[in-house]
């Protein structure tokens, strides 16, 4: 994220517009965000847009859906293109997976397994599951991840009493769980991280061990499936700790 060159004026702007509770960060975000980027060209999506989109309940059935959290509301009615890291909105991902009900687009782990892992699995079926198949898992909608890290998606399982998920990372150990509270949650990291001098008393440390908290039945079932294909090719190519090595130490 490339803000503005701020001035002691803005700095005192920022940091007297401290946010002490997430349930504030939509009205907050616009007002700290106008200040850091100035009058840059802005896109913003209007009521009648936000309200048509909506995000996918579960990972592996289609049917249910769910309304934005307030904080992807917030940043997509002041910018879809706002840039929380490198070059690409953080909502791009989102965005480019909305048809034209409105329904966003989750992932299924196969897919994110396929492409984190290219050719391991091309002579296993497409419809062998990869990761635990379980119905009841909850989506995942993808956002813009910083550069060469973990992919990042919005993890659509119990929200917060404000209606905010919690973000979840995947990694190529491979492992998916949850590291950050909400969207507020990464917004805040990654202004603080580029220098603005955001203030507040949200402990979001506490927040996130929340909202594993509030998912942690999901925790053991994310992980590889144990389908007999599955089984035999990690075994011929030597990665048998791949498939049981997460169960072991979710099981002490």
Known sequence: MEIRKLNRKDEAFIRAQKLS???????WFPTVAERLYGQKPRRPLSKRELDR???PR?????????????????????????????????CKPLLDRSGESGVVQGYRMEQVLRQAFP???????????LWGPYSEMPALVELQGAVAGPREFLYIGVPDEDGEYPLASF??????????????????????????PVEGSV?????????????????????????????ALM????LQSLLWGQRAELAR
Not at 60 to 88: H, K, M
């Open 58 to 90: 579960l990972r592996n059935r289609e049917g249910q859906t769910v309304p934005l959290p307030p904080s992807l509301r917030a940043i997509l009615a002041f910018d879809r293109d706002f840039v929380a890291w490198g070059d690409q909105p953080l």
């Open 203 to 231: 402990n979001f440390r506490q927040l996130t061990a929340e909202a594993r908290n509030r998912n942690r039945r999901f925790e053991p079932k994310e992980w590889w499936d144990t389908n007999p294909q599955l089984v």
């Open 53 to 55: 989109i909506c995000l």
């Open 119 to 129: 050719g391991m699995f091309e002579s296993m079926p497409r419809h062998l599951p």
């Open 235 to 238: 075994t011929r190519l030597g």
């Open 21 to 27: 509770h997430p349930r504030d960060f939509p009205e």
């Open 171 to 196: 990694d190529t150990e491979p492992s998916l769980s949850i590291t950050r509270a909400s969207l507020a949650h990464l917004v805040v990291e990654t202004m603080h991280n580029a220098g603005a």
